[in-house]
């Protein structure tokens, strides 16, 4: 009876072992630097993974250096990752499925991907949820805006963003901070 107990032991063990989600593999955590202050995002692999793989192939390439908050509409959303502080577009790559029915809500702290009305267009820009925006979560008519994270350090540097003065800039006729608020770079932890 020892002699096999033994045995399924030795033969479940590396099963159990691997199939121990950890940490750093399944919730990575970036620091996002702004002139504004950093905040750090802690992300979900589990429900976004090809949401999370996208963003942090964005972030490996150093492609949100140098951009700028945008969007920024107090008590709804403070959005980035698209645009240099002239306005430029960046150039980007393929866009991601939506992964908006995964589970993950847009709460105040969240994270999500931006797109267009398309619902597969996601590409680079990413928002913070200021409020609970349930409308942007999917529903049986109609897709919904992919969560992929959630600010687990720092959220006072987003709220500050989202009170900051906004007006018309570039090509935006409205909802652009009046004082440029640039992301500096995105450092992926350890």
């Keep these: 009876m020892r002699?096999?107990?033994?045995?399924l032991w030795l033969?479940?063990?590396p099963l159990v072992t691997t199939a121990q989600p950890t940490e750093s593999n399944n919730a990575p955590r970036v620091r996002v630097f702004t002139t504004a202050g950093?905040?750090?995002?802690?992300?979900d692999r589990v429900r976004a993974p090809l949401t999370v793989e996208a963003f942090l192939d964005y972030v490996k390439t150093g492609f949100y250096n140098g951009t700028i908050f945008?969007?920024?509409?107090?008590?709804?959303?403070a959005q980035a990752g698209g645009y240099t502080a002239d306005f430029q577009q960046k150039p980007t790559m393929k866009s991601v499925?939506?992964?908006s029915g995964n589970g993950l809500s847009n709460l105040r702290g969240t994270v999500g991907f931006a797109r267009a009305n398309e619902p597969h267009s996601g590409t680079s820009q990413?928002?913070?949820?200021?409020?609970?925006?349930?409308d942007l979560n999917p529903r049986p008519t109609r897709w919904g805006y992919a969560v992929f994270g959630k600010i687990v350090e720092g959220m006072e540097v987003a709220d500050d963003i989202g009170h900051r003065p906004t007006g018309a800039g570039g090509p935006f006729d409205r909802s652009v901070p009046v004082e440029p608020i640039t992301i500096e770079s995105i450092q992926i932890l350890q």
């Design 3 to 7: 002699v096999a107990s033994v045995l």
């Design 97 to 99: 499925f939506n992964e």
């Design 70 to 77: 945008h969007r920024v509409v107090a008590g709804f959303i």
């Design 38 to 43: 950093s905040f750090v995002i802690e992300l």
């Design 126 to 134: 990413f928002y913070i949820n200021l409020a609970d925006n349930v």
């Design 11 to 13: 033969l479940l063990a």
